[in-house]
């Protein structure tokens, strides 16, 4: 059972470049997120999805694209990257209907530098 | 809007000592679900304990244990029997009941096991 699989690890990219970030979950969970990690303020909440085909904004949106085509997949774009964009990005998936078991399952985390 | 507050960027202890990372929170909410995270050096994410806001017993996983004081909006956790393993970053995590899974996390608490 892999859990929650982010592609890739490490990233380097242009200012101005646009990538997509990879995260796959083989647990069947409804929900996924995506979360940035920068020193001193935590992880923040940048996308997230409740299905298939429905996405909602976090606490930071701005510069990111996502779409849920498939249960198992919530990639992550980059449009237009930005030396602010530099951070380490974390895909998480939960199950949770009723709010009963809330466990979120994280990936390994994509270190993304942006020059 | 729901924030969390770990007090103290950095804490050590000493190999078998016990030690106590804060965080409070702030909500208006009544139905809610509070958590640890570790996360070493690795970056993986790993869940450490989890409470909920209804149940008055404080959660416990083996050396791992709260104090939820739910009237001052408070979480600890408390590591007993240190070990060098538990060296770490540590987030203390909140999400309301019901909300699709929004995680918001604290800045962190980095500890430090001293052999």
């Known amino acids: 059972n892999a859990g929650v699989t982010q592609t890739p690890k490490f990233q380097v990219l242009k200012t101005g470049q646009s990538m997509t970030l990879q995260c796959a979950q083989d647990?069947?969970?409804?929900?996924m997120s995506w979360y940035r990690q920068d020193p001193g303020m935590g992880l923040r909440l940048i996308h997230y999805?409740?299905?298939?085909?429905?996405?909602d904004q976090g606490e930071v949106p701005n510069g990111y694209n996502v779409s849920r085509s498939t249960t198992e997949d919530f990639p992550l774009r980059l449009l237009s990257a930005a030396p602010s964009q530099t951070s380490v990005y974390f895909c998480?998936?939960?199950?949770?209907?009723?709010?009963?078991?809330?466990?979120?399952?994280f990936g390994q985390g994509t270190r993304l530098t942006v020059v | 809007a729901q924030t969390v507050t770990q007090s103290q960027p950095e804490m050590s202890v000493q190999e078998a000592e016990t030690v106590t990372l804060s965080c409070t929170y702030d909500?208006?909410?009544?139905?809610?679900?509070l958590f640890w995270y570790k996360q070493p050096p690795s970056r993986q994410m790993i869940l450490v304990i989890r409470?909920?806001?209804?149940?008055?017993q404080n959660a416990t996983e083996n050396r791992f244990s709260v104090n939820f004081q739910k009237a001052a909006k408070s979480f600890s956790l408390k590591i007993s029997d240190s070990q060098l393993g538990d060296a770490a970053m540590y987030f203390c995590?909140?999400?309301?009941?019901?909300?699709?899974?929004?995680?918001?996390f604290g800045k962190g608490t980095l500890l430090t096991v001293n052999p």
């Open positions: 998480a998936s939960s199950h949770d209907r009723s709010g009963v078991n809330t466990e979120a399952f």
């Open positions: 647990m069947n969970h409804e929900y």
């Open positions: 999805s409740v299905g298939a085909g429905i996405t």
């Open positions: 909500t208006s909410e009544s139905d809610y679900y």
């Open positions: 409470q909920e806001a209804y149940k008055q």
């Open positions: 995590a909140y999400i309301r009941g019901g909300s699709n899974y929004k995680l918001t």
